[in-house]
């Protein structure tokens, strides 16, 4: 991966972004955006939109979300401890003892997710507990309520200690590549067209609050009225212990950008995503979707009177977790892969299924 490209992605990564709170984040993708798009605008909803040849006829709009899943501080205790809510699907089981930090409107405050010791606890408590994020607590260590309340406001986001960790061979762990790698796919796909052979108007969106019910790609997909979308998110990767590969199906990392079949992708969108990587010799595997995918794909397919969609997703281990992990090859085959597939599209590709 080029230098300037990686050093994107770990900015990304390192910006705080809970759903409602992206902004931090999308200052970076403002940032980068500029050095190739036409254009980039922010809207009232938070997007932002990174344009390129925009008086082309047919409009494909390119999407992957920003926000990450986080918590937020719902209510001070006497003695200082911050009692939490969650901020889209996050399992108890994995917030306790995980390391987090409180964005405050001044600084970023560290802290660490909380909950009783089975040792204060009898055998029945413990066989009887159901875990929930209501009975876990971020201690920021404040000696009292008077002392938190000055460091800290009802309504703060927090994040997992956000970190980039580079594994063995090209993987990499981290919080919330869960969609910052399908938006780094987006914007490298924009960065990566050659101007002679885009045909198109392309509108890479850096979408937001994803996780709290498509709300970004609903806005910004009604704004731009595109022909066709194509949106970027993570899938389950199944490569990993105690998976039934029978219910899930088989996705790995390394192996290639996944392209999802199913009522949510538009059949001519997903051929050019096929001919595409079939042209670049970029390996890719079919995900079965037999429903709508509960991704921005979703929201663009039934935009006003309907738009072409398809779904391209990065295999990720250890969804919503503070230790994702993705395979850096998987995630430059996606931006490959749309950025010639975006070549193949112009005035004359139409989208209608015969």
């Known amino acids: 991966m080029r230098p300037r490209s990686a050093q994107f992605l770990k900015d990304l990564i390192c910006a705080p972004s ?90 970023a405050i560290p802290g660490v997710i909380g909950r009783h010791p089975i040792h204060l606890m009898s055998a029945e408590a413990r066989a009887k507990e159901k875990l929930e994020i209501e009975s876990l607590w971020v201690d920021i260590g404040a000696r009292d309520k008077k002392a938190a309340e000055k460091l800290v406001e009802i309504g703060d986001p927090i994040t997992y200690d956000l970190h980039y960790t580079e594994l063995q061979q090209d993987l990499i762990a981290a919080p919330g590549l869960d969609d910052k790698v399908g938006l780094f796919a987006v914007m490298e796909a924009l960065r990566l067209v050659p101007k002679t052979k885009l045909n198109c108007a392309v509108y890479a969106v850096s979408t937001v609050q994803e996780e709290l019910g498509l709300r970004g790609a609903q806005t910004s997909a009604f704004g731009i009225d595109p022909h066709a979308g194509i949106a970027v998110d993570v899938t389950f990767a199944t490569d990993q212990p105690g998976v039934d590969e029978k219910r899930t199906g088989k996705v790995e990392l390394r192996k290639g950008p996944s392209l999802a079949r199913g009522a949510n992708v538009n059949p001519v969108l997903r051929k050019i995503l096929v001919d595409a990587a079939d042209a670049r010799k970029i390996p890719y595997q079919n995900d079965p979707a037999p429903r709508g995918t509960g991704t921005d794909a979703n929201a663009i397919q039934i935009n006003r009177a309907g738009v072409a969609a398809a779904l391209v997703s990065v295999p990720n281990r250890y969804m919503h977790s503070p230790v994702e992990v993705i395979s850096l090859s998987d995630l430059e085959n996606v931006a490959k892969l749309i950025a010639h597939a975006l070549t193949m599209i112009d005035g004359d590709t139409d989208f209608t299924p015969m």
Do not use: C, W
Request: charged residues 20%; aromatic residues 4%.
């Open 18 to 107: 809970p759903s409602g709170y992206e902004q931090p984040a999308q200052a970076v993708v403002r940032d980068y955006a500029a050095d190739f798009a036409d254009e980039v605008r922010t809207d009232v909803h938070g997007n932002v939109i990174a344009v390129r040849n925009a008086d082309a006829p047919v409009r494909v709009m390119l999407a992957g979300h920003i926000d990450q899943v986080g918590f937020m501080v719902q209510h001070i205790s006497d003695g200082g401890m911050l009692n939490i809510a969650a901020i889209g699907g996050i399992d108890a089981k994995v917030a306790v003892a995980q390391r987090v930090t409180v964005h405050t409107a001044k600084k």
